[in-house]
């Protein structure tokens, strides 16, 4: 059901309720406290379409039987002057449930909500939602350190996702990258590239114990060398200065090329980011030290063994946490707490944090640490969602490094292969031409939409043969393909009949009475209440599976031939044709919130 029709059986339930309360000598009990009213779909589609639990909620207080209260509350629904034309009967069934019927107008509105709303079909009233909120996601947020992984895939496909769900129930989405520009892993990586200026390579005695060993590397001391400039994102540029003894000089340009590559890596994943915040930042402005200096301050830390420890248990951790080493440097979560403060500081009062499963140590010291600096921060800041990594399928084999990476695949490599393209090419820089090529479209869709079509917190192995595959088995292909069917059939409309009416409210909806009609109406008016759950729930896949069960019941529809939409009949086509417009039209705005496409021909 749609939302405005929800928000009437809500109420006409709520005068219901009353009216069967008020007639309850019980009712008087002081201890009565009034039902929530839930509706939901029942388990079973022949029993209603929408089912209510209310007569169960009343039995205890009002010590009666819920089936004798259930009957009430039907008969009390069916006389209620707003239930004309919306509810077409009421029942009771099992233990007490209350089933509601919908007329098949109703259930026709679908079709004019969605065509007279469009793209905003589904999304959250001003009144209602998050409207008027702002809340902050930071994701993918990968160290400067090399080529982004698949796992940062993950990220930046949740992560996308998630903030344009919040966008469809009114929220003000801010999307922050956060990038570790310091600490011991960005001196590894200045030691890596000066060690390959030198003219050393893995495997040589000189080679650094701990270096990163990808070709990048390589291409970035020979860039270095030869005086390249190079730039990233809202960064000043940087010129290699050719020095190999300059560690500072290869420190910062090594830094900057590889956010540069991560530039070109996210927009070719069609991701872009509100904010770029660094972490050296923090540490310039003097935020790490006041942070440190207020926990002593609040007497929320204490020194052991030449360390300054966090009394994090004080906070629900199961033991205390050190922030400063004996060598004197700070924890990597330290960091991290004076970076939330700016998040709180700068106003928003609701962050999210996605992040691999293997951050969920830091969650509670994180909390601990803002809870202990006393400045007004709610337990729960900042809320998280934590991913498993991704297993990389290709020819029934598990592929676990990359050419250019050295370690792992990157995600560079996963939209390539995924498009068809040459492996063998992926490591090479993607040209402007190259990231709006068709070849990249596909691989990105199938990327963003196989990296969200399962929940977050499971593991996830990548087929790449199933993305490439052009049929059913490959979802999609699937709901791609059902859009792309609709916009022939329509397209086919015009060209035969002149079909191509300017208004849809005028269409006669009375012909979509038949049970595939009916299934896909219902599809379709699931949307919008999928999407604030998925947005209550932060879960980005629940659109992945709404989108591979409408478009089965599209395909359903359309290959039952008691439903052709090129018929003679001017009613009963003109009817078919705005149903059908109706589901492009959700395809395609399902498609648009997880950042894949809505091509009109496959």
Known sequence: MLPAQKHIIESILADAVAGVVQASPAASDAAFVQPTIALDRPKIAAH???????????????????RVLAQQLAEATLAHPRAAGLIAGAEVAGPGFLNLRLTNAAKQQTVHAVLAERERFGFAPPARGGHGKQVLIEFVSANPTGPLHVGHGRQAALGDALGALMQTQGWTVHREFYYNDAGVQI???????????RGFKPGDAQWPEAAYNGDYIADIARDYLAGETVSASDGAPVTGAGDVDNLDAIRRFAVTYLRREQDIDLKAFGVKFDQYYLESSLYDEGRVERAVQALVAAGKTYEDDGALWLRTTDYGDDKNRVMRKKDGA??????????????WERGFTKVINVQGSDHHGTIARVRAGLQALAIGIPSGYPDYVLHKMVTVMRDG???KIS??????????????????????ESAAS?????LDSDMLRKGRDAVRF???SRKADTEFTFDIDLALKQNDENPVYYVQYAHARICSVLSELRARYADDPEDWSQVDLTPLDTERSKALLQKLAEYPQMLEHATNELAPHA???????????????????????????????????????????????GLATIGVSAPAKM
């Open 430 to 434: 993607l040209s402007p031409q190259q």
């Open 397 to 399: 084999r598990e592929i």
């Open 187 to 197: 001196n590894t990586l200045a030691l890596s590239v000066q060690a390959r200026a």
């Open 450 to 452: 196989f990296l969200i």
């Open 543 to 589: 659109v992945a599976f709404y989108l591979r069960d409408l478009a089965g019941e599209f395909h359903s529809f359309y290959n039952d031939r008691a439903e052709r939409v090129l018929v003679d009949d001017a009613r009963e086509r003109l009817a078919r044709a705005a149903l059908l417009a109706a589901t492009r039209q959700v395809l395609a705005n």
């Open 330 to 343: 700070y924890t990597y979560f330290v960091p991290d707490i004076a970076y939330h403060v700016t998040k």
């Open 403 to 424: 050419k250019r990476a050295g370690s792992y695949v990157t995600v560079r490599d996963l939209i390539v292969w995924s498009g068809g393209g040459n492996p063998d």
């Open 48 to 66: 209603g379409d929408v089912a209510s639990n209310l007569a169960m909620q009343l039995a205890k207080p009002l010590r009666a039987n819920p």
